[in-house]
């Protein structure tokens, strides 16, 4: 007897066997899910994008239009992937050389947002809540919180989890000014202070 789906996909997309999609999750046009990879809940997954096999996404996680996410990559809760960013796989590619046993990890931690026509080569950690600007190609890890941006990216700034930039006052003590949480900033490393 065949579960009911619980979930929406498009009658144009794809869907393998052996994938896991989660409650609530929309798949939108012209896409395809690969076998083996895992989607979480209440996930959106926009136009023409890949998910490749062995892939997870968390909960909630959002995927703009034309972002296809290779195998290696992990996202976990609330990530935002912006539109036609990219994931590599394979730090020294070569078509003639087959180098599918050697993917490696790319983990992006809950919260994180990626912005449009960013690059993120594999490898690389992306913090809780850190902010990648719009084109910017990441080639190392980015500490949580951290707002980074260029080509290659570089640290400018920090970001509250409410997407803001943090300016800390003298004291390392900065307040988000839509959610109005406290921040500490302590040996480049940003924390958010009990209510």
Not at 33 to 38: G, K, Q, V
Not at 58 to 71: C, D, E, L
Not at 114 to 126: E, L, P, Q, S
Not at 147 to 164: C, D, F, K, Q
Request: glycine share 10%.
């Amino acid at each position: 007897m065949n579960k009911p789906v619980d979930y929406f996909v498009h009658e144009s997309s794809y869907i393998d066997e052996g994938c896991r999609i989660g409650k609530g999750t929309k798949i939108w046009h012209f896409c395809h899910i690969m076998t083996d990879c895992s989607i979480g809940e209440n996930c959106n997954i926009g136009q023409n994008v890949v998910v490749s096999p062995g892939v997870k996404l968390g909960n909630n996680v959002k995927v703009q239009n034309n972002v296809s996410i290779y195998t290696g990559v992990i996202c976990e809760d609330n990530v935002f992937l912006g539109p036609s960013m990219v994931f590599t796989n394979v730090s020294n590619p070569r078509s003639s050389v087959v180098r599918k046993d050697r993917y490696e990890e790319t983990l992006v931690k809950e919260g994180a947002s990626i912005g449009a026509n960013a690059t993120i080569i594999c490898g690389n950690t992306i913090g809780r809540y850190a902010f990648i600007g719009a084109g910017a190609v990441v080639t190392r890890d980015v500490p949580d919180h951290s707002l980074t941006i260029g080509n290659p990216a570089r640290h400018v700034g920090w970001m509250s989890e409410y997407g803001h930039r943090l300016n800390f006052d003298g004291e390392g003590i900065a307040i988000c000014p839509e959610s109005k949480e406290k921040y500490l900033l302590d040996n480049m490393i940003v924390k958010k202070l009990p209510k």
